[in-house]
């Protein structure tokens, strides 16, 4: 197996994405608490999560866009009051400044430190993490989003994408994420080489399994490095 980059997956591969998103609602919501108390009282974080569901179960067609749909459900916070767009958008920078603030499992950064060094690394997400914002930027050549691209994971297109703007075949190309089906099937389908992160110890459900299993990423570094030794 011949590998000449590296694509990875973000949200729960590189940080575990519940507490942050979780932390980042309750923020928001303090935030509304100070800057307009009737909003937050009749928008508690229970209600708001609900609404948020409701409103990304309605709008299927922006399923790879985060943004719009957290745009949506504020918007929907605001329109009884007769609050704006500028409420939103402010409401929304909140939201998107918490949820930017991430703790990388422990394994990550060494992990990142060791593979940029190996071989190019991109990132491929169906999430609107900010690589800038979280500090991570210095160790990827470029992001691809679901959100700016259009599509989302396990389109094969997003993959196709980052091996084109890579300059490599997608056989070339490992891409390693923790979901089964939109990180390792998607990839697999669309041609890459994969590996399955799989910090939780599951078994594999599928009939064809991924080039690797890790449980975490300095076992694929430490694989990598054996790799490119010829070991």
């Not at 800057?35 to 999560?49: F, I, T, Y």
């Not at 690797?212 to 430490?222: K, P, Q």
């Given at each position: ?162 091996c084109e703007r890579l300059g490599l075949q997608p056989h070339e190309v490992l891409h390693v994420g923790d979901d089964a089906e939109l990180d390792v099937l998607g990839a697999r389908d669309a041609g890459l080489r994969t590996a399955w992160l799989n910090r939780g ?31």
């Open positions: 197996m011949r590998i000449r980059a590296i694509s990875l997956d973000l949200d729960d591969t590189l940080w575990p994405i519940e507490p942050v998103i979780l932390r980042a609602e309750q923020h928001l919501e303090g935030w509304l608490q100070r800057e307009c108390p009737h909003v937050a009282a009749a928008w508690p974080v229970a209600e708001l999560r609900e609404l948020r569901e409701r409103i990304y179960g309605e709008n299927p067609h922006l399923g790879h866009d985060f943004t719009a749909l957290r745009k949506l459900s504020l918007r929907a916070v605001f329109t009884p009051f007769e609050m704006g767009e500028d409420w939103v958008e402010r409401a929304y920078i909140e939201y998107f400044t918490a949820r930017n603030q991430v703790e990388c499992y422990s394994d990550a950064l060494p992990a990142l430190e060791r593979l940029a060094a190996l071989l190019p690394l991109v990132s491929i997400s169906n999430g609107n993490a900010d690589l800038d914002r979280i500090g991570l930027r210095r160790f990827f050549q470029f992001s691809v989003s679901a959100r700016e691209f259009g599509a989302a994971k396990p389109h094969a297109s997003i993959f196709h994408t980052a110890d599951t078994a594999w459900a599928h009939p064809v399994a991924p080039d690797l299993t890790l449980s975490d990423l300095g076992e694929l570094a430490h694989w990598l490095e054996n790799h490119q030794r010829g070991i």
